[in-house]
Nanobody, 128 residues
Framework: QVQLVESGGGSVQAGGSLRLSCAVSARAYSYYCMGWFRQAPGKEREGVAA????????YYADSVKGRFTISQGNAKNTLYLQMNSLKPEDTAMYYC?????????????????????WGQGTQVTVSS
């Protein structure tokens, strides 16, 4: 079983930045498709970004392209989401997720059911 622990959430004003971290317990982490999802109150959970660490291939939702960057840490087993130019509509609970069964693909990376391990989430609140 893969354990994922997010950190780095908080409150920030619009235009500010935050960096989320996800500690991954698995040694085979580089073979997983790793994703960040978010869920705002009253809304469905949506894919924000994903990365295939072994290939360094990345995918982004249109709403965050150019503002968010997903990356893996130099120390390995750590996933990051750098969030810049934050907007009030970015307010949500952010989750780290791992897909241990498949690589990341453009047509599937944002599908919630593709991921089989989830963290507990970290809250991001952006005020106007």
């Amino acid at each position: 079983q893969v354990q994922l622990v997010e950190s780095g959430g908080g409150s920030v004003q619009a235009g500010g930045s935050l960096r989320l971290s996800c500690a991954v317990s698995a040694r085979a982490y580089s073979y997983y498709c790793m994703g960040w999802f978010r869920q705002a109150p009253g809304k469905e959970r949506e894919g924000v970004a994903a990365i295939q660490p072994g290939r360094d291939t990345t995918y982004y939702a249109d709403s965050v392209k150019g503002r968010f960057t997903i990356s893996q840490g130099n120390a390995k087993n750590t996933l990051y989401l750098q969030m810049n130019s934050l907007k009030p509509e970015d307010t949500a609970m952010y989750y780290c997720a791992a897909n241990r069964a498949s690589d990341c693909y453009a047509w599937s990376w944002s599908r919630e059911h593709e991921y089989n391990s989830w963290g507990q989430g970290t809250q991001v609140t952006v005020s106007s």
